[in-house]
């Protein structure tokens, strides 16, 4: 029996059924090519964000999001260097180790001080008039009358107050060199009609102001990179502590020192005596009941802006932490003329005295929730030459790391264990037992130090339109970095005003 020849319309339908497959083969093939492709992509972006120069903003970004904590910070700085002291008396995997992870920055000086420029070379003629005067202002506690009885002066007292704030404001400016005024003009001043004029609100007006120069003018500019390493007194010998010493005083002078369990506050007394009071404990995180040999850091950064903040350019505004709550926090106000902006941030810079370390503000955009997915290099990179207003939240963060977890994370892992190679200090079995870096850092109208004077006379309103805003009232990350060499002091993130 003879097949039936299929009909025109079979052989068109089998056609068009061929070519349906052909068709949803090749959307399927270039949808698989296309998502290998962004797979491609998403791990070339992670390793442009995961790698890089040990002091890039990325490779700090990278430090930063393997800590835990809602506000964070870390100083890649002071790590690196703390790094570097221990090299010297490593050797073999040990030293490799670390030579691997600090690459080209092995051969880099991280000296204790670290150079510093000032706004002003003040006139040391003017200057000694200036603290005379500034002690007699003290020593008529004219401070507490401003508070108690500003208004009830008799003019004779009035008068006294009046002419040694003029005193004091000569002085000043002839001290910066802004106005020159003779030690003897300044010396004979006298009230005119115009001081006659003057009210209590003048007067309080002019006192404040005077307080806030005086406060500018008395922050020691100061940044210490601190590395010590402490030894258990009982693991050495009187005679072997003093070999120890004179084998390493050359790399390390008095960088070297000895504990005692008992006796331990000396660890933190020299801490508190590094940074002025600002970092007061360590030793109350750590075993030293158990511990043989301890790293311990910290970076002291303590400078007033290049120009400070305006008291009223200063408002209470609500701080929106990750969980959504509305925190009141005193956000500083001023105008920029460049910021920066990629496609996950906007960000923005702001000088310290001298201009050689900045600031930056970073505010991530919406979904971004970690620093390395900023791709910080990017955005720094990224300069718009446009005004912009910027807010800056004041605030303190005081923390304290142990970086031996950040470390073996980032293959440095022998240092800790018992397989550590110190033999370079002849000395048996000796490892690691902690890395501890404590860091304390603020933010406020005249820099990273706290102000005692009270702000007054907010304005309302400081706005204009039509202009880039970069406020930071919610969660942000932060850097202080220096100019020349792009070292990273600080990086850090604020999520809450709680210190969490």
Partial sequence: MKKKKKSISEKKANKKLVLLFLLLFLVVFVSLLDKNRKEEKQMNEQVIYFTGEINSPNYAANLLDQLDGKNKIISPYNLNSSLILLYEFTDNNTKKEIETFLGAEISKSY???LEVKRKYEYNKKYEKLYLEYIQNFFGENYQEIIITNLKG????????????????????????????FTIESIQKYKTTKEDEQKNANHIKTIINKTLDIYETYSIKKEIKNINYLYFNEADFTKKEQTLLIKQLENNAKQKIDFFNIVESTKIDDRIRKETNEKIKYITETIDLEGSHFLSINTLYFHSNWEIPIEKKRIKYVEFENEKKEKQIVEMMYEYVDE???NEYAKGFRKEFEGEDYSFIGILP????????????????????EEKALIGIPKFTITKEIDCKTILEQNNIKELFSKEADFSKINKESLKLDAMIQK????????????????STDLETTYQEKNTTEIVL????????LQKETQDILYIGKLSTLKNG
């Avoid at 955009?365 to 718009?384: F, P, Q, Y």
């Avoid at 860091?439 to 009270?454: C, L, N, P, Q, R």
Wanted: proline letters at 3%; a negative charge; charged letters at 30%.
């Fill in 153 to 180: 002066l008799k003019k004779q007292e009035k008068d006294k107050l009046l002419v040694l704030l003029n005193q004091l404001d000569m002085s000043y400016k002839s001290m910066i060199g802004e106005q020159i």
């Fill in 339 to 341: 910021y920066y902006e």
């Fill in 365 to 384: 955009k919406e979904g971004i929730g970690t620093a390395s997915s900023i791709n910080l290099n990017e955005l720094l990179s990224n300069k718009k």
């Fill in 111 to 113: 000296p204790y001080e």
């Fill in 473 to 480: 009232n919610k969660p942000f990350y932060y850097l202080v």
């Fill in 439 to 454: 860091t304390s850092f603020t933010i406020a109208e005249k820099g990273s130090v706290e102000s005692e004077i009270e």
